[in-house]
């Protein structure tokens, strides 16, 4: 039985390398000796300040040496890091942090203002670290990040090593059915093993630390370097981030908040990025058109992987990019929190994939809803599952775990609800979740949640919320609202109000109105009708936006 844990993982291969990079963000590289020295003060900090064995931590921070830093902090520590999605407004924070229990939060300088306004309902959060991003001083109520640093010697690895096991968690959080955020509860060993099986270095799966030195390359030999397009607060980017780290390899982070492709091209060429995390076209689309656009202009022959994850990626844009790059790979995951190595495609210059047609990992296959296989060939729809190691459960939520993390005759299954059908050939297709959620550049946005925040307007007597073909995001929010008399209600000002209660990305990009939404006798919508509706009325440009 394997006990993977990635404070042990890390601090083994920092003895092995201590002088290679760890982490790139513009002018400032740290090694890896540092990058574990530092974690290790913020590990003291947090112990110190009365966090307990497997306590919550949230990181509430963009993208920056500080988020990984706080990861490493949190399992050196035996403590749970938790992501938190920095686009959310007071009350969705609200409810994330007190699901999680969430008793410390390091945040950036520009979150100041949205945690005072929910700081007095939180008591169980005793420690609060601001990290200093140029926005204005720290409050007098948290406890600044470099200040804290400063404590001494790190303290944290004698103190908390015998806690540490690969039974420690690492939670994810993703949106839910309903719109709240559920945590995904990982054991770091099973986390762990399922990384390594498409790591660069590659460990065995019921080995020891012992093992990292006979397998880890000498450090004179190159590294990998991983540059996550994304965000670190979600899965895509956070677990590219785990793979090149427990590779020996670098991060390499772009310095602005916002997705800027030149930033992202200069970093690429300046850095000699060898891996590149995106999502989907939302990243893919506006790099090629940069590319085409200015041809020369970057030296991107380093790349050798683009890994995208969390939407679908058009084989149009693969080729075009595959175009600037010809020995690249363009690989495709079918994945989520829950389900980490569902599938993948792989275009090549060589070989151009679909882009909805993927092949199954080896632990994978699509069943029935009896658990029973479907037969490939058969155009049989069915569920797309995937056995063995996997997340425990979702936190606070037996009745959804129970659904999702499935027993089928000795085997554990998880079912994170995508439909496809399976070739003759053991290729799957796409045909996307049951449910309604909404794909808009890789954020999930499940529709009643929104429609539940429109509601909350008494001018607003009832509405639907769809999706709707977007050519960069994939779906773009839209809803459809009905009101008596139509002509009374801005719809201008209805999404005026609902950016004060939801995140920008959740807020409808073209809103219509309506006298009738026309629900049935059993008080059913009809979604597919109005998801038709929508995309013909966006089409005509008839909208608010």
Not at 413 to 424: E, H, L, Q
Request: proline letters at 6%; aromatic letters at 8%.
């Amino acid at each position: 039985m394997s006990d993977w844990n990635f404070a042990d993982v890390w601090e083994t291969i920092t003895s092995l390398q201590p002088d290679h990079p760890a982490m790139v963000r513009g002018g400032v590289r740290r090694s890896w000796a540092e990058f574990d020295d530092r974690s290790g003060r913020l590990a003291g900090v947090l112990l110190d300040a009365g966090l307990g064995h497997q306590a919550a931590v949230a990181c509430y921070l963009h993208n920056s040496l500080e988020y990984l830093e706080t990861l490493f902090a949190c399992f050196k520590g035996s403590l749970i890091p938790v992501n938190t999605n920095y686009r959310y407004v007071a009350d969705e924070l609200r409810y994330l942090w007190v699901d999680a229990d969430v008793r410390a939060v390091v945040f950036h300088g520009t979150f100041v203002e949205r945690i005072e306004e929910l700081r007095a309902d939180l008591p169980a959060i005793t420690c609060w670290l601001w990290v200093d991003d140029g926005t204005g001083p720290c409050p007098a109520w948290a406890l600044p990040y470099e200040h804290a640093l400063d404590r001494g010697p790190e303290q944290a690895g004698s103190r908390r090593r015998a806690a540490r096991s690969g039974d420690d968690l690492f939670m994810l959080y993703t949106g839910g059915t309903t719109g709240h955020p559920k945590g995904v509860m990982w054991r770091q060993d099973d986390l762990f093993a399922v990384l390594n099986r498409t790591a660069q270095v590659r460990f065995p799966e019921e080995g020891t630390v012992a093992d990292i030195a006979a397998v880890l390359p000498a450090p004179t030999e190159p590294r990998g370097r991983v540059l996550p397009a994304a965000p670190l607060m979600h899965g895509t980017a956070a677990f590219a981030a785990f793979g090149m780290l427990g590779a020996g390899g670098t991060v390499v982070l772009c310095e602005g908040t916002r997705f800027d492709v030149v930033e992202l091209l200069d970093t690429v060429e300046r850095e000699r990025v060898t891996d590149l995390t995106i999502v989907g076209d939302a990243f893919a689309r506006p790099m090629l058109e940069a590319l085409d656009r200015e041809p020369g202009r970057w030296d991107v022959s380093s790349v050798a992987v683009i890994l995208s994850s969390g939407v679908m990626w058009s084989a149009p844009i693969k080729e075009g990019l595959i175009r600037h790059m010809p020995g690249v790979l363009c690989v495709d995951t079918l994945g989520s929190s829950e389900a980490v190595g569902l599938a993948r495609s792989v275009s090549s210059s060589t070989r151009m994939a679909s882009t909805a047609g993927f092949r199954l990992g080896p632990d994978a296959q699509v069943i029935r809803e009896d658990g029973t296989p479907v037969e490939p060939g058969s155009g049989e729809v069915g569920l797309v599952a995937i056995g063995g190691r996997g997340p425990i459960g979702y936190h606070g939520d037996p009745e959804k775990t129970a659904r999702t993390f499935r027993v089928i005759g000795d085997r554990r299954w998880i079912t994170p609800g995508d439909n496809a059908t399976v070739d003759a050939d053991g290729t799957i297709h796409l045909l996307g979740r049951g449910s309604s959620c909404i794909n808009t550049g890789g954020e999930k946005v499940f529709p009643e949640e929104v429609e539940e925040a429109l509601k909350l307007d008494n001018r607003v007597l009832d509405a639907v919320v769809v999706g709707v073909p977007h050519e960069r995001f994939g779906e773009m929010v839209v809803a459809v609202v009905e009101t008596a008399p139509v002509d009374a209600v801005d719809p201008e000002e209805l999404l005026d109000a609902l950016r004060s209660r939801l995140a920008a990305y959740k807020v409808p990009r073209q809103l219509f109105l309506t006298s009738s939404l026309g629900r049935g006798p059993n008080g059913k919508i009809d979604q597919r009708r109005w998801r038709a509706e929508a995309a013909e009325m966006v089409a005509r440009g008839a909208g608010v936006s």
